[in-house]
């Protein structure tokens, strides 16, 4: 199988790089081990950076930043505490600056759960080309002598489920030139849809029976097959083997902080709008959630290992008099943080975005976003560079590409991870001192400080500012 791009992994980042990828009329093919969206969501956060980018975006139904907004909800005020006194509150909308028109119509921070943020992602894709994304495959090498050298692709290696049988098979017949009636192409996305629904079941927890017989069956028509390509972008996150398999190495710092979170029915007074204690026992955030839900996120003194839910619920009765309510809460679980960036952004015609290339600190809600900012800055060089002309993908402008992007997205990079970094460590218990309190009272209760603070929150400036 050859391709002009293959992307390997499926999360937000690679999702939103096909989705350009074939606006911009490259072949391009992405691939993704798990079957289906996850549910246990994780990232809740799009901010307006983000949604004026995604603005631009146009699907079958709105721009993907409508569909996101249709589906989530609008956070415009953080309201801040002390202990569990109110000291002030962060404003992101305009009511009190100014904005320009792009600024004003996204005035707010998005609360979306990640598992809806992909799936409309997913549906942008597959409304371009239904064959231009295949689950169920998963790469497994990649040629080390194809990584660097002049050769004009790599050569990677992947397992296919059974379920992304049709869709290989699909593909394979358009590349022979053969033509694929249309009853067929519609089976196999038909089938394709079938499999989605079936992966995004069991990623969400359910199970039946016969599952586990109808998984033996799967592995054992699992194949193997090699897809040939002139650019290969690595989106499969921190733990991804890609960044292993072109020996790059990556730097950075695990910090002592372990949080727990988990997804209640709403029962506070703070409707749309966000909740931050900075409690003298450790951080508390909260934040609204479609659905009337609401996440609650808790700083603990150690990681969790049993039980995360029964300490959550412990630990806001003791620090908030809080009781989240629900009998059953929504993906509990314990984390910890890092802030990790790889010593190369890619090296010869391997590419690394999202958390491929940097993790960090998710106390603030950056990660994600950044994922899409580097994508965004691919992007933009790759049209400064050669527009959408196919000699981008040769010798030398690929290895000008990857000099600029690197350049430029590491900047970013840093700059986010300290933001993060420092609004960590303000939840920390040796922050609780009595005149951090003074200066946070004073910088909410001014309106330049305030509008600052809403920036630095909300991801503006980055690049240009020296925070």
């Given amino acids: 199988m050859k391709t002009q791009i293959l992307i390997v992994g499926g999360g937000p980042v690679g999702l939103y790089l096909q989705y350009r990828f074939l606006r911009l009329g490259f072949d391009s093919l992405l691939i993704e081990q798990r079957n289906g969206i996850s549910h246990h969501s994780k990232s809740i956060g799009i901010h307006p950076v983000i949604l004026e980018s995604f603005a631009k975006c146009p699907t079958g139904s709105g721009s993907i930043a409508d569909r996101w907004i249709d589906a989530g909800i609008k956070i415009r005020k953080g309201i801040a505490f002390w202990n569990q006194n109110r000291i002030g509150e962060v404003r992101f909308d305009a009511q009190r ?51 660097w050298k002049n050769t004009g692709e790599v050569v990677v290696q992947v397992r296919t489920e059974t379920g992304a049988g049709q869709q290989v098979e699909a593909r394979l017949q358009v ?36 599952d586990d017989q109808q998984a033996d069956t799967k592995s054992a028509r699992e194949t193997q097959i090699e897809i040939r390509a002139q650019l290969v972008i690595a989106c499969d996150g921190k733990h991804g083997a890609t960044r292993e398999w072109l020996g790059i190495s990556k730097t950075g710092v695990r910090y002592p902080d372990t949080y727990i979170m988990g997804d209640f029915d709403d029962h506070t007074s703070f409707g749309t709008d966000a909740a931050v204690y900075l409690h003298r026992d450790g951080l ?87 994922g899409w900012l580097g994508a965004d800055c691919l992007i933009s060089e790759m049209m400064a560079l050669q527009g959408v002309s196919e000699e981008v993908l040769s010798e030398p402008w690929l290895a000008t590409l990857l000099s600029r992007y690197e350049k430029k997205h590491r ?56 925070v």
């Fill in 97 to 147: 600056r100014k904005f320009d028109a792009q600024q004003r119509r996204f005035d707010f921070i998005l609360a979306l759960p990640q598992w809806e943020t992909e799936r409309v992602l997913e549906d942008a894709v597959l409304e371009l080309n239904p064959e231009s994304m295949l689950r169920g495959v998963k790469a497994i090498s990649m040629e080390p002598s194809m990584h």
């Fill in 284 to 370: 508390v955030e909260s934040f609204p959630l479609p659905g009337e839900k609401r996440r609650w996120v808790v700083k603990t003194d150690s990681f969790c290992e049993e039980q995360p839910e029964l300490l959550l619920r412990s630990l806001l009765e003791e620090r908030l008099q809080q009781d989240p309510g629900s009998q059953n809460a929504d993906r509990v679980s314990a984390f910890r943080v890092q802030h990790e960036i790889a010593a190369e952004f890619g090296r010869g015609r391997v590419f690394l975005a999202g958390d491929s290339a940097h993790v960090v600190s998710p106390i603030g809600g950056q990660g994600m976003n950044l």
């Fill in 411 to 466: 900047k970013i990079a840093l700059q986010v991870g300290k933001r993060a970094e420092w609004n960590m460590r303000i939840g920390r218990r040796e922050s609780h001192k009595p005149w951090v309190e003074a200066i946070l009272k004073s910088a909410l209760r001014y309106r330049k400080t305030n509008q600052l603070l809403a920036d630095l929150f909300t991801m503006r400036g980055l690049g240009s500012w020296p």
């Fill in 175 to 210: 590349e022979a030139g053969q033509q694929v009636a249309a009853g067929q192409q519609a089976g196999a996305r038909q089938q394709f849809k079938k499999y989605q629904q079936e992966g995004t079941r069991q990623q969400s927890g359910e199970h039946h029976a016969g």
